[in-house]
C-alpha cells in the first residue's frame, strides 16, 4: 500500500461547467486518475462537483463540505472560464473552516492570478521581471520608455488563456488592435511588456519550504524555424495543432550546472516571495543572458502526461507517490 491510511474520506473538488475549452476539461480528466490511485490503495474518496450557482450560496456549500467530514480536500478546483477568482474563493472557504486541502493558500492563488501584484511583489524582493505597464483603455497608452517588440498579456488569467499569436507586437499599430480586442473579454486589464527572445525554462517543485526541486526543463525557440517564439494557448492545449506537436519542451535538457543551480535558486527564491507550497511551476525566461520570472504557476496541471508529473518522472517518483505526497502536504495550515 502507498499510502499510510488517513483518518477519513478524502474529497476530490472539481468545478463543473458548461465549457469545451481543453485547460478546463483538463482538472476533470486529472480527477479520474486520482481516484483510480485513491482505488488502487483502498483510500475512500468522493468527487465533489463546485458549480457556478453554488457560490451564490456559501454558506450552504461550506455546510456541504462539512457534513462530509473529509479528511482533507484535493483541490484541483480552478474557478471557472469565465470568472477564474472562484479559485481564491472556495480556498478561503476551506481555509476558514480549517479543513486541509492540498495546493497553495488563498493568498499566493490571489497574487498569482493578479499578474501585476506578483510582479511588484517580485520586484520589491529584488527579483528580475520584464518591465511592463497595465493598461485598461486603449486610448492614449503610454510606454513609459518601453521598446518594441512588446508582449500583450492578461493580467488576471492563467493557463496560456489570451496569448495568441497576435500577442507579440513591434508597432503601436499592432498593440492597439492586440489590446483593443482583449479588453472585450478582460476587464481587469491586460499587461504590456518588453518581450524576452531567449530560452524559456520551468522549474517544477513539491514541498513547504524548504522545497524539493523535481526537475528543470527547457524551450529553445531558435530550433523551431517557422514557429512562434512563444507558447500560444493553442501551443499548450490544442492537441491537434502543428506547435503543440512541434513546440515542445526538453524534459532532460543538457545545462550546465552553474547554469542549473542560478535557474533554480531563482525560481525558489521568486516561489518564497509569493508564499507558495504544496506543489507548483515557476517560468522563466532568457534576454542577453540574463534570467526573468516570467510566471508562477501554483497547483499547476497533474495530469499523469502533464509536464509537471513528467519532470516528477525524471525525479524517480511514481504517479501514485506524488499524489501521497500532495496529500500528505495539505496539513500545513
Not at 473538488?13 to 482505488?39: P, Q, T
Not at 497533474?302 to 524517480?316: F, K, P, Q, T, V
Amino acid at each position: 500500500m502507498i499510502f499510510a491510511r488517513p483518518q477519513g474520506k478524502i474529497l476530490i473538488a472539481v468545478g463543473k461547467e458548461k465549457s469545451a475549452r481543453n485547460d478546463v476539461c483538463e482538472a476533470l480528466r486529472c480527477k479520474d486518475s486520482i481516484e483510480k490511485v485513491f482505488f488502487a490503495s483502498g483510500i475512500e474518496s468522493e468527487v465533489f462537483f463546485i458549480k457556478e450557482n453554488d457560490f451564490k450560496d456559501a454558506p450552504r456549500l461550506k455546510k456541504r463540505i462539512l457534513e462530509i467530514k473529509p479528511f482533507c480536500v484535493f483541490n484541483l478546483f480552478e474557478g471557472y472560464g469565465e470568472d477564474s477568482q472562484k479559485e481564491v474563493t472556495f480556498v478561503k472557504l476551506l481555509e476558514s473552516v480549517n479543513i486541509p486541502f492540498t495546493g497553495n493558500p488563498s493568498f499566493t492563488l490571489s497574487v498569482c492570478l493578479d499578474k501585476m501584484k506578483a510582479k511588484s511583489i517580485l520586484r520589491k524582493n529584488n527579483l528580475p521581471v520584464a518591465r511592463g505597464i497595465l493598461v485598461k483603455n486603449v486610448k492614449n497608452i503610454k510606454l513609459k520608455g518601453l521598446t518594441f517588440p512588446l508582449f500583450v498579456k492578461p493580467r488576471s488569467e492563467d493557463a496560456s488563456v489570451g496569448i495568441y499569436k497576435d500577442s507579440l507586437v513591434y508597432g503601436r499599430e499592432q498593440l492597439a488592435a492586440a489590446i483593443k480586442k482583449r479588453l472585450k473579454h478582460l476587464p481587469r486589464g491586460v499587461i504590456i511588456e518588453e518581450f524576452l527572445p531567449g530560452k524559456e525554462y520551468s522549474v517544477a517543485f513539491l514541498g513547504n519550504d524548504p522545497y524539493k526541486v523535481l526537475g528543470v526543463s527547457e524551450i529553445d525557440y531558435s530550433r523551431h524555424e517557422g514557429f512562434l517564439p512563444f507558447l500560444t494557448y493553442n501551443a499548450k492545449w490544442e492537441t491537434k495543432t502543428r506547435e503543440y506537436k512541434v513546440v515542445t519542451p526538453d524534459y532532460e535538457p543538457k545545462i550546465n550546472k552553474t547554469l542549473k543551480k542560478d535557474i533554480i535558486n531563482l525560481s525558489a527564491k521568486a516561489a518564497r516571495a509569493l508564499g507558495c507550497r504544496g506543489y507548483f511551476r515557476v517560468d522563466l525566461r532568457e534576454k542577453h543572458g540574463n534570467f526573468f520570472i516570467m510566471d508562477i504557476n501554483p497547483n499547476p496541471d497533474i495530469n499523469e502526461d502533464s509536464g509537471y508529473m513528467r519532470l516528477a518522472y525524471g525525479s524517480g517518483r511514481t504517479y501514485a507517490i506524488m499524489i501521497e505526497r500532495i496529500v500528505h502536504l495539505s496539513d500545513y495550515h
